[in-house]
């Protein structure tokens, strides 16, 4: 999955995209204390940063 594709489904399920430098920062209101930072190289996050992502944000 490319960060494009995870931008749309956090913004899907409610989370707030931060412009940053070289990573963006996600967060949600109803989830105070969870921030997730998303690269914006090209290509495919790595599955194991992935999993983390998805983990921590609740969303498959």
Known sequence: ??????????IAAGW???EGGS???ATHRDKPGIK????????DIPSGT?????KDTGLK
């Open 16 to 18: 707030i995209i931060a």
């Open 50 to 54: 992935l999993s983390k992502i998805l």
């Open 1 to 10: 999955m490319t960060a494009k594709e995870l931008k749309r489904k956090l």
């Open 36 to 43: 997730v930072a998303i690269h914006r190289h090209t290509g």
């Open 23 to 25: 990573h963006e920062l």
